[in-house]
């Protein structure tokens, strides 16, 4: 199964990722993103922590399963509270393919990949946002709390997308290292009886040692599906 | 009549579990009966619910051998979807098996027909009269979200039967319900069995399967420990070293020496007679 | 409790849902050619109009003011006082000058903004989801594609309500959700782990249910329970909204290219 999984090309790659194991994920990894940033507001801290769902669903399904998490949980929030966040979904999906394909690659097993990943995701995050808010919304939403940031460094700055990048830049480095850690604390949770039913199609995953506790038992007839 | 479910020497093991969930397990279901399948948990009988209606090997993956026929078929070479029409699945958790897409309960119904392409003029004749065989046919335009637990299992027993199925499996179908809303979806069974459907169903309640079963099946860490006729199986002395209860009939007769009954109108005779 | 929403019957209800995404992209279109922010404005005041016939002002009012307020006070500070465009200045403050192109730019962009805001909110608010997506499915939309949506408007409101039952259960048994931001911090995990394992559970389960429900079939072209009308109103609105679009871009491009001149005299700047 794990060579034939490398075998596979780019596109059938993706394919295998949406199974329905997988997609049936991805409503609830959107709602883990939107209850991740509900709790927030009622805990009053001053974080988003939307895209805890984003990581894991990278973690159990890969970079393509968690890109469409992120576009859901934008067009969720576009139906329901407000369509400004729409556009943001580009931030989104490229969130999910950046933490999934790195996923992939290995690094949420190690400290320096967990950090790494940060890093990527603060990055991305912060261009494609800028990137929006200035070609989209002339510079600023008005309804986020960075706003108000941008704002005053437009004053100190005098110049708009250095502005909104500074903004999202300093206000993502907190965001995401929190949410890329309680992300690796709730991965790290899940049973792996769970996760290996993902293994087929996912990634971040170790391929099992498997032993038999019936040693007698012959083991030929049994076909791997 | 004849056997609609062959399960010939079938094992399995998911992937990266320790042990196989079910082993070297053979039996078959003759067509019409009730066949009941009891034993403590983790026995396999989820798994081998699971594998009859070709959720394995489709969905989990794992090792497998060994066949499982249904109407003649390997479940292997169908798909699920296709096994559906012959093979229907009710299982334990009700809000488990809505499909979230629905708006109202007639929606949810007709979700299985939607997907398989049956016209919408079909589809509102099929959900009225599922409807009103589950009775539920009151509710139709309500959020399938905000029913109780009963109610949900009702609409799950519809979707799944919409698709009119010769057979049913039934995994602990009423076990998170209260005893009126676990009669009213045995209710349901016992009609659909007596027109001519096959259940094989997965029960706690011993006085039901006792009353009821053709066939009664006692699996043991994946295996098949006993299988005959409710008398046969209830009646063997060392049934419960298999981990499964007996009915309490079963243990009054013990107590008072007498034959074995495993039923209520054998046993008030016997205690009837005991205080003669 | 799960939000059953109900939909006032009125005209714009009744329109089919693809009507309501295409006045979305005709109307949004026209905004963005059309050089300055008038005809933005007019679109504007017209859709505060429909949401009335729509019967839904309220939320109408609260969704575009509460988008417009802060955007424009927030633009017309950025754009207007520090846009490199600047060249007529209009106001003085001493630490920085108001300028008109700014202005103007930030007008635009306001406009154009609220007039997508605008005709997505009335769809949104009059158009019900299963019948949003039957459309679209029938329309060529992936049946699964169809599915994500409607399952995470049904999935997401029955997680909220699991995690104030956690919430409870977890205040009860003596976690804290006050004190430092450590503290409060701290209250995360235990709160959002609990949801999140079992909706995991849950999930396995879920997909099991649309496997046997026919979900994987691909070769069929899927029906709906929820029927959508067509109707000859439905074609007239189409028809009008395609000549309007039409119209409108030749006349931007004509003014942008200089055969028509500029209607109002800061236009095409």
Redesign the interface.
């Known amino acids: 199964m794990a060579n034939k999984a490398k075998k596979m090309s780019f596109w059938e790659g993706i394919r295998a990722q949406?199974s329905?194991?997988s997609?049936?994920?991805?409503?609830?990894a959107?709602?883990?993103n939107?209850?991740?940033g509900?709790?927030?507001s009622?805990?009053?801290?001053p974080l988003f922590?939307d895209m805890?769902?984003t990581i894991?669903v990278a973690c159990l399904s890969g970079p393509w399963v968690a890109a469409?998490t992120g576009l859901?949980t934008n067009?969720?929030l576009?139906?329901?509270a407000?369509?400004?966040y729409?556009p943001y979904a580009v931030v989104s999906i490229l969130c999910g393919l950046a933490v999934g394909y790195m996923v992939k690659a290995g690094l949420f097993r190690k400290l320096w990949g967990v950090v790494l990943i940060w890093l990527a995701c603060t990055l991305v995050n912060a261009v494609s946002a800028s990137l929006i808010t200035v070609f989209?919304?002339?510079?600023?939403?008005?309804?986020t709390g960075t706003?108000l940031l941008?704002?005053t460094l437009?004053?100190a700055l005098?110049?708009?997308a250095a502005s909104v990048f500074s903004s999202a830049i300093v206000t993502n480095l907190i965001d995401k290292g929190?949410a890329v850690l309680?992300a690796y604390?709730?991965v790290r949770?899940?049973p792996?009886?769970?996760l290996?039913?993902y293994?087929?199609d996912g990634a971040g995953v170790e391929e099992?040692i498997?032993?038999?506790?019936?040693p007698g038992?012959p083991?030929e007839?049994?076909?791997?599906? | 009549m004849g056997a609609i479910v062959e399960v010939k020497d079938f094992s399995f093991k998911y992937r990266d579990a320790r042990r196989r969930a079910v082993k070297h397990v053979n039996f078959s279901v003759e067509e019409g009966s009730l066949f009941a399948i009891i034993g403590a948990n983790g026995a396999g009988k989820s798994t081998l619910c699971n594998a009859l209606v070709g959720l394995i090997p489709h969905y989990f993956s794992g090792a497998r051998a060994g066949k499982i026929l249904v109407d003649g078929s390997d479940v292997a070479d169908s798909t699920i979807a296709e096994l559906s029409k012959t093979i229907g699945l009710v299982f334990q958790n009700p809000f488990n098996q809505l499909s979230y897409t629905a708006g109202t309960v007639a929606e949810e119904l007709a979700y299985g027909l939607g997907n398989h392409g049956v016209p919408r003029d079909k589809m509102v004749e099929r959900v009225e009269t599922v409807a009103k065989l589950m009775r539920i046919d009151h509710i139709l335009d309500k959020n399938p979200l905000e029913l109780s637990g009963g109610q949900v299992q009702r609409v799950a027993f519809g979707s799944t039967f919409i698709m009119e199925p010769r057979i049913l499996v039934l995994d602990e179908c009423t076990t998170q319900l209260d005893p009126m809303g676990s009669e009213e979806i045995f209710d349901i069974v016992k009609k659909l069995n007596a027109s001519g459907v096959t259940v094989i169903m997965v029960d706690h309640d011993m006085e039901r399967v006792a009353r009821y079963a053709d066939t009664v099946m006692v699996l043991e860490r994946g295996e098949v420990a006993s299988i005959g006729t409710p008398m046969e199986v209830f009646s063997d002395d060392s049934i419960e070293q298999h981990g499964v209860d007996v009915p309490d009939y079963v243990s009054l007769s013990r107590a008072l020496g007498g034959p074995i009954v495993i039923t209520e109108e054998p046993a008030i005779e016997m205690a009837k007679e005991a205080l003669r | 409790m799960a939000v059953k929403i109900t939909y006032a019957n009125t005209p714009v209800s009744r329109l089919h849902p693809m009507t309501k995404i295409m006045a979305i992209l005709m109307l949004g279109l026209c905004a963005l050619v059309w050089p300055d922010f008038t005809l933005g404005l007019v679109l504007v005041i017209a859709l505060f109009v429909v949401s009335f016939v729509a019967r839904i002002p309220s939320d109408f009012v609260k969704i575009m003011f509460g988008f417009g307020i802060p955007v424009t006070v927030m633009l017309m500070f950025i754009q207007g006082l520090y846009s490199p465009k600047n060249q007529t200045v209009i106001a003085d403050f001493g630490f920085a000058q108001l300028g008109l192109e700014g202005v103007l730019y930030a007008a635009k962009i306001v406009m154009d903004l609220l007039v997508f805001l605008g005709s997505f909110t009335i769809m949104s608010k009059t158009t019900y989801t299963g019948a949003l997506v039957a459309a679209l499915t029938s329309a060529g939309l992936n049946a699964k594609a169809g599915y994500l949506i409607l399952a995470s408007l049904n999935v997401v409101p029955q997680m909220q309500r699991r995690m104030s039952v956690i919430r409870e259960a977890q205040n009860a048994r003596g976690l804290s959700e006050s004190g430092g931001l450590f503290s409060r911090l701290a209250a995360y995990v235990p709160l959002l782990g609990p949801v999140v394992m079992s909706s995991l559970t849950d999930a396995q389960e879920r997909g099991m249910t649309l496997e046997t429900r026919g979900f994987g079939i691909t070769d069929v072209k899927q029906t709906s329970y929820v029927e959508v009308r067509w109707r000859t109103v439905d074609k007239v609105c189409n028809w009008v909204l395609v000549i309007m679009a039409v119209i409108v871009t030749a006349i931007s491009v004509g003014i942008y290219i200089g055969v028509i001149p500029a209607l109002t005299p800061w236009a095409g700047a």
Do not use: H, W
Not at chain 1, 136 to 143: E, L, N, W
């Open positions: 949406f329905t194991k997609l049936v994920l991805i409503p609830i959107a709602g883990i939107l209850i991740g509900t709790l927030c009622a805990l009053k801290l922590l805890i769902g894991i469409l859901l067009v969720f576009a139906l329901v407000n369509p400004v729409l989209v919304y002339g510079g600023a939403t008005g309804v706003s941008t704002a437009v004053v005098r110049d708009i929190i309680i604390i709730i949770k899940i792996r009886r769970f290996s039913q293994a087929a099992d498997l032993d038999d506790d019936e038992e083991d007839g049994d076909k791997d599906v």
